[in-house]
DNA sequence: GTGAAAGCGCTAACAT
DNA sequence: ATGTTAGCGCTTTCAC
């Protein structure tokens, strides 16, 4: 079934040369004659030569294969994450290679130990948001194969690391909410013990700090991402005994739940609870009123992070760095009391 | 740098054998005795010996990777489809790799030319919208690498074919439109020349014939699948002599697009003119009204597409199919008048 | 049932 | 500047 693809043998004999010589003229490295050099391109180009990957793998150890492993593709932010690494991925001739973890840390495991990750040359990771341990991990990156972390960074580990500046998005959001005159303000979290929840929990705080705000404990809520998760929160913070009168949301789904509970409840949002959220989902736009949200540079940070694998792969002593890139204020009708 | 992996060499030094024997032992091929089959696995796990694809994909001329090539990945139909595929293929083993066209014809043949392509074992493809001829694919195809096309669809050539069933899904969305007691009916659809646009085209025509109701050309128009086209497509149907009162549009992004336009223009949506799209992306519940839509099994088709192009890859003569999967009308605000 | 050896396509000493 | 050769890790005849 399988064709026979033309290897740098036939172009050797069809040349009459040896096929070390093809090998060097094809990678224009060493010393190669310009003219047999000219010679092997054109009859590569001719006989429409494609290198064998596995057979340069297996000489190089090395795949040109970088895997991806995130907890889901289907939303915003991931789906463009991952369009930023392809994007550099490709243009220096690096295969990305998908794996869905369903933010589960079981899964996450059973393909970082199961699969043929020896066949990886690197790894761009989002951690699951129920990964606690993070051993595999360190057992890859000793086994020599570089990581680099992003959005979800694991805490303790020595690896490059690209996440959105949480902490100051945080509380510039905080603030914006502040100067609305919000100030009785409640922040929807994700999952405690993932760091940018964490990061943005702070932002949170502080912004509350500094502006002498009280912060109530019934008004902080940790919970999933997502949208069912949003509109559970916002209707326990009904519930409270004083009514919060914003709500900071740890993302943008989280946040549309959280307009969908109240505009269920006929409350009118902007003027009665004003509602903003994290990410800059197209959603966003969509939904009426539309959301104030912390925009993520979420194609920046796919191509930063890919940028940085392939430093770590191709370049011998590339250190391990840790980039955080800056967020955006946008302001929609959800924040508006007038 | 690169660790020195464990081998099949490594395993039959410690156990006093020949490499052969480990090599038809770790496999369960041939005859082997089970005593020494259990001690090489054994040592296997103990070693934790990982295959080294490169080594077996030279010998065995593949390479467990699938190439996945379509428009764009940051919508909900595209996302879902390639986490459908990557669900069955690795179950399977296979790799997937990603290559995004932006929707360009150009960027789609430059992939399949200068690809790594010889190393991938097969292709799943959906095709750009102003993809016109189709001659690259012929002649991966003729070159032995199997390709499945999924959702856009390459008219002509002899290939495996997934689709939704745009026919009927049409036909079904504008039934329910003149159930609804709508009567002028336009379409804003897709580029033309793509299959699955002309079917929902199709769709709709006989639609509309088979209840006796005339269609205008003005009511018709073609344009691109983003959400400002929507818009833009929207507001030229408010210019038309006779303004319909229900509009179809190809896909929920047009139609939330349509939406945006015409409650802007104050008009209500429902009750004066009547909006069903085509997909069911998660945005249909967030919109106010919220949108009518026909679901595509998109999930369902990345698997199926997956299951074949295995098929294709590992079964001596599966012969080339096309399977059309079913849509669901999914009832909502944006058609109900009353 | 098992071993020896050739070879998949390519690169990298080592020669010349 | 180019050729010769060994070998990357694995599978697969072909012997025994």
């Known amino acids: 079934m399988k064709r026979h693809f033309v290897t740098i043998k036939d172009i050797a004999r069809e040349l009459n040369i040896s096929v070390a010589t093809v090998s060097r003229a094809m990678r224009d490295t060493y010393d190669v004659n310009q003219e047999t050099r000219q010679l092997v391109l054109k009859k590569a180009q001719e006989l429409n030569y494609k290198p064998n990957f596995n057979a340069t793998g297996l000489v190089k150890n090395s795949s040109h294969n970088i895997?991806?492993?995130?907890?889901?593709?289907?939303?915003?932010?991931?789906?463009?994450?991952?369009?930023?690494?392809?994007?550099?991925?490709?243009?220096?001739?690096?295969?990305?290679?998908?794996?869905?973890?369903?933010?589960?840390?079981?899964?996450?495991?059973?393909?970082?130990?199961?699969?043929?990750?020896?066949?990886?040359?690197?790894?761009?990771?989002?951690?699951?948001?129920?990964?606690?341990?993070?051993?595999?991990?360190?057992?890859?990156?000793?086994?020599?194969?570089?990581i680099v972390f992003f959005d979800r960074v694991a805490h303790d580990i020595k690896a490059s690391?690209?996440?959105?500046?949480?902490?100051?998005?945080?509380?510039?959001?905080?603030?914006?909410?502040?100067?609305?005159?919000?100030?009785?303000?409640?922040?929807?979290?994700?999952?405690?013990?993932?760091?940018?929840?964490?990061?943005?929990?702070?932002?949170?705080?502080?912004?509350?700090?500094?502006?002498?705000?009280?912060?109530?404990?019934?008004?902080?809520?940790?919970?999933g991402f997502s949208r069912d998760?949003?509109?559970?929160?916002?209707?326990?913070?009904?519930?409270?005994r004083t009514r919060p009168d914003a709500i900071f949301a740890v993302n943008d789904r989280k946040a549309i739940g959280a307009m969908l509970a109240l505009k269920k409840k006929n409350i009118r949002i902007g003027k009665q609870i004003g509602?903003?959220?994290?990410t800059n989902d197209p959603m966003c736009e969509i939904i009426s009123p539309s959301l104030t949200t912390v925009e993520e540079p979420a194609l920046e940070i796919g191509r930063k992070s890919c940028e940085f694998l392939l430093n770590h792969i191709n370049k011998k002593h590339f250190q391990v760095q840790e980039l955080t890139l800056p967020t955006k204020l946008i302001v929609r009708e959800s924040t508006m009391r007038g």
Not at 69 to 97: D, H, M, R, W
Request: include cysteine.
């Open 229 to 240: 998760f949003g509109e559970k929160d916002a209707l326990q913070l009904l519930q409270s």
């Open 67 to 146: 895997g991806v492993v995130l907890p889901t593709i289907t939303n915003y932010y991931f789906s463009t994450v991952i369009t930023g690494i392809q994007e550099v991925a490709y243009k220096k001739g690096y295969n990305i290679v998908l794996y869905i973890t369903n933010d589960s840390a079981e899964r996450e495991m059973d393909i970082l130990n199961e699969l043929s990750l020896g066949n990886m040359d690197g790894l761009l990771v989002c951690v699951s948001s129920d990964s606690r341990q993070n051993d595999h991990f360190e057992q890859i990156i000793a086994d020599g194969i570089p």
């Open 161 to 223: 690391k690209i996440m959105q500046d949480d902490y100051h998005g945080a509380y510039q959001a905080v603030e914006h909410l502040i100067q609305q005159g919000y100030k009785k303000i409640a922040h929807i979290a994700g999952p405690a013990g993932l760091l940018f929840t964490e990061r943005r929990m702070e932002g949170f705080l502080a912004a509350m700090k500094d502006h002498r705000l009280p912060v109530k404990k019934e008004w902080i809520i940790h919970s």
């Open 275 to 278: 509602i903003i959220g994290f």
